[in-house]
């Protein structure tokens, strides 16, 4: 049974940071693509990060970029993504989802999903 739980989000104040992991579990995780997406009340679930499965490329939504990194231990069988700089539109649930190919920015092509972890950003 594949298993991807989320941990390290809170509630942090406006310029600080957070650092979120994802640890997967029945699964080959060297051989997925991970992403973190994120979703806002009433807003469509939306991607913010990938990286392959090697780690030798990162991707980024231009929202984040330059603030946010994504890193893997396959060691570990766990992806991280830390936040910096963190801004009030960052308030989202946060999800990590696995994808047994090149990563995607498209939610419906991924194979597995985390059930989610809260950030909340204050002003």
């Known amino acids: 049974q594949v298993q991807l739980v989320e941990s390290g989000g809170g509630l942090v104040q406006a310029g600080g940071s957070l650092r979120l992991s994802c640890a997967a579990s029945?699964?080959?995780?060297?051989?997925?693509?991970m992403g973190w997406f994120r979703q806002a009340p009433g807003k469509e679930r939306e991607w913010v990060s990938g990286i392959n499965t090697g780690a030798a490329s990162t991707y980024y939504a231009d929202s984040v970029k330059g603030r946010f990194t994504i890193s893997r231990d396959n060691a570990k069988n766990t992806v991280y993504l830390q936040m910096n700089s963190l801004k009030p539109e960052d308030t989202a649930v946060y999800y990590c989802?696995?994808?047994?190919?090149?990563?995607?920015?498209?939610?419906?092509?991924?194979?597995?999903w985390g059930q989610g972890t809260q950030v909340t950003v204050s002003s």
């Open positions: 029945g699964l080959t995780f060297s051989a997925y693509a």
């Open positions: 989802a696995a994808r047994l190919s090149a990563v995607s920015a498209r939610p419906h092509t991924y194979d597995y």
